[in-house]
């Protein structure tokens, strides 16, 4: 089965809305990293987790190692938030191997 | 100026034809670098990763191989290309030793083998 989780698979939006896209884990993780992918195919780093919280602007992303998952929340969703997110896992500290998740496309209407 | 540059940005090759994908990286010293692969509407795959010169390891096999020949360059190249090498092939970076293993990607490669 999937290492990494995610869900939902594809998600629609109207401007201004806020939305929660998670992973789960079925490796023990011991860091988190949430990329977006833009329609040109470039990966934007948005986060790099230990267990814990960050907030940047209007995304908020947490991670439970105990538990084995990650959120990132979009507040306030915008048209250029618009594009794929990824999450993925490192499998044990130090490691040079990351997991990836098989994304969530993020659709922001006007 | 950009930190990571890959080439070219496009390939249109033939079934049975070699390939070289290049990628460079300014401005770090002695950086973390893999190799990634997506299918079209798919996840990312790691391929190589190299965390010195001279010296790179497979993560999965794809009959694809990878070589360093310098601190600041990763090379990923096949003699005979399968119409499963098509994809979209991204070079990516971190800090080796650092507390953050933050990965930032290069705009990649977009590779249709016909």
């Known amino acids: 089965g999937d290492k990494v989780k995610q869900s939902p698979s594809a998600l629609s939006l109207q401007e201004g809305t806020n939305s929660a896209l998670r992973c789960n884990f079925s490796i023990a993780a011991t860091t988190v990293q949430w990329f977006l992918q833009n329609p040109r195919g470039s990966l934007i780093n948005l986060f790099y987790?230990?267990?814990g919280t960050k907030e940047n602007g209007r995304l908020k992303s947490a991670f439970d190692s105990k538990e084995s998952y990650s959120t990132l929340h979009i507040r306030d969703a915008q048209l250029e938030d618009s594009g794929t997110y990824f999450c993925?896992?490192?499998?044990?500290?130090?490691?040079?191997?990351?997991?990836f998740g098989s994304g969530t496309q993020l659709t922001v209407m006007p | 100026a950009q930190t990571i540059h890959q080439w070219p940005v496009a390939e249109i090759k033939a079934v049975g034809s070699p390939l070289s994908l290049g990628c460079t990286i300014k401005?770090?010293?002695?950086?973390?670098l893999y190799w990634y692969w997506q299918a079209t509407g798919g996840t990312l795959q790691q391929l190589f990763y190299s965390i010195t010169v001279g010296q790179v390891e497979s993560v999965v096999q794809l009959n694809l191989s990878a070589s360093r020949p310098k601190d600041d360059q990763f090379i990923l190249s096949t003699e005979k290309l399968l119409l499963s090498h098509s994809g979209f092939y991204l070079c990516?970076?971190?800090?080796?030793?650092?507390?953050?293993?933050?990965?930032?990607f290069g705009a990649g490669t977009r590779l249709s083998v016909l």
């Open positions: 401005g770090k010293s002695s950086p973390n």
């Open positions: 990516a970076w971190s800090l080796l030793g650092g507390l953050e293993n933050t990965l930032y």
């Open positions: 987790l230990v267990p």
């Open positions: 993925a896992a490192e499998a044990s500290s130090g490691s040079w191997q990351l997991i």
